[in-house]
């Protein structure tokens, strides 16, 4: 989790950072 908010923080590019949670989501459903 923490590696994703940095690399948001680092990316000013909404959109990659959520393809990201897009990504996480597909390998964590477990999270929702």
Not at 7 to 22: A, D, F, Q, V
């Amino acid at each position: 989790r923490y590696i994703i908010f940095k690399l948001c923080s680092s990316c000013p590019y909404k959109r990659e950072y959520y393809e990201t949670l897009s990504n996480i989501r597909r390998l964590q459903p477990q999270l929702e």
